[in-house]
């Protein structure tokens, strides 16, 4: 059918050479593209060796100046430097946003009526056939599992689909927060991570298949919640396509000290000095503390037990996690300024905020400490004090 159109069409562009001798037509068949989509409708651009301003375009099909769907027909005598027989002309369909292109191709102007340049194919931008967003972490499959102080790293995956065979280029992707950032935003730790040299993998699948790895090192105090990795890339027509996969970075409770407490030489019946721990948060997430201690093992009622078997009740280490208390205190008074270590998990208000400022660390603050040694105990006397971290809700 396509050949029969082309016929009549032939002789509609005697009929008009004849009548009109200045007209010279440059004429060819745009093929749909592999994925199908029309060919009519699209923009083609002609120009000459003089520059590519000086350019004329024409719509493919019905709409045209050919009238006939996939044909394109332009005079080349209507170019502000009209052509001449040897020029050497080019046209080629751009990207007008729907990412659909041909490659350029070239024609030399004739003495005849018009040229006709072979047939070309609407070439289709990258398909994107898979896409996932995962880490190292086996299970749950989908989601992003942070570790405690460090980085995590994070894969987005995608399988193209290269229809044309052409060649993939600038392969780029930007992982992010899809509440408090967007595609496009600068990088932060908490919300926004890119990648500009993504790897691509061309020995994989089929010969128009690829692979493409985008791999992104998140660090510990990323954001909990719905997070979304959009890729980029391009064939060699620079032909463009854009995808994205959301996931879920999960959230992330941890703390750490970088000291141990010493409470140094303290007297039988005497209380300590008192000792400053400073916690930091390592996770992703405002946190309240969880305290308890014990001496030898878990739930055993000791904070401490000695060279000379004796012991340490839990009850005798005091703790403030708000506000210092300066100078020597006796027993009755440490008891109206600090809490009473116990053996199970106590939740004490704490609100540490994780880090948030690269420039700066608010995820650390003090705490406060005091023992009372009982007037039986000496010697050399060891325990544990255990800090967990729990999830602080609005206050």
Not at 149 to 161: L, N, Q, Y
Not at 244 to 262: E, H, K, M, Q, R
Not at 338 to 356: M, W
Request: charge should be negative; proline fraction near 2%; aromatic fraction near 10%.
């Amino acid at each position: 059918m396509k050949g029969i159109f082309f016929f009549c069409l032939l002789l509609v562009f005697l009929g008009i050479i004849n009548s009109v001798s200045a007209a010279h037509y440059i004429v060819g068949i745009i093929d749909d593209s592999r994925n199908g989509i029309n060919a009519d409708g699209h923009l083609i651009t002609l120009w000459g060796s003089f520059g590519s301003a000086n350019n004329l375009t024409d719509t493919i099909g019905a709409s045209g100046n050919s009238g006939v769907s996939n044909f394109y027909m332009i005079d080349c005598e209507l170019l502000n430097t009209s052509c001449n027989v040897g020029d050497n002309l080019s046209l080629q369909v751009f990207d007008t946003g729907d990412g659909y292109v041909t490659e350029k191709f070239n024609v030399t102007v004739t003495g005849a009526g018009f040229d006709f340049i072979s047939n070309i194919t609407l070439n289709s931008p990258p398909n994107f056939t898979s896409f996932i967003i995962d880490d190292s972490i086996t299970s749950p499959v989908g989601e992003i599992d942070l570790i405690a102080g460090s980085v995590r790293e994070v894969v987005c995956e995608a399988i193209i689909d290269e229809l044309d065979g052409d060649l993939l280029q600038n392969a780029s992707a930007e992982f992010f927060d899809n509440v408090d950032s967007s595609y496009g935003s600068g990088d932060d730790n908490n919300t926004h991570y890119t990648n500009n040299s993504c790897y691509l993998n061309t020995t994989y699948g089929n010969e128009n298949e690829t692979q493409v790895l985008c791999l992104f090192s998140v660090y510990y105090n990323a954001n909990p919640g719905a997070w979304n990795c959009t890729m980029s890339l391009e064939d060699n027509l620079s032909a463009s396509s854009l995808s994205y996969n959301t996931t879920t970075v999960n959230t992330l409770l941890s703390v750490g000290l970088v000291d141990f407490a010493n409470f140094t030489n303290t007297m039988p019946d005497g209380i300590s000095d008192e000792l400053i721990l400073n916690v930091t948060n390592y996770g992703n997430v405002v946190i309240n503390l969880s305290l308890s201690g014990y001496g030898v093992s878990i739930n055993d009622g000791l904070a401490m037990n000695c060279s000379t078997d004796s012991n340490i009740s839990v009850g005798h280490v005091k703790y403030n996690v708000s506000s210092p208390t300066v100078g020597d205190l006796n027993l009755s008074q440490t008891e109206v300024f600090y809490s009473n270590l116990s053996a199970t998990p106590n939740i004490n208000k704490f609100r540490l905020n994780y880090r948030q400022q690269e420039g700066m660390n608010e995820a650390s603050n003090e705490t406060y400490w005091r023992i009372y040694v009982p007037a039986d105990v000496t010697g050399n006397c060891n325990g544990s004090i255990v800090f967990g971290a729990t999830q602080a809700v609005a206050s």
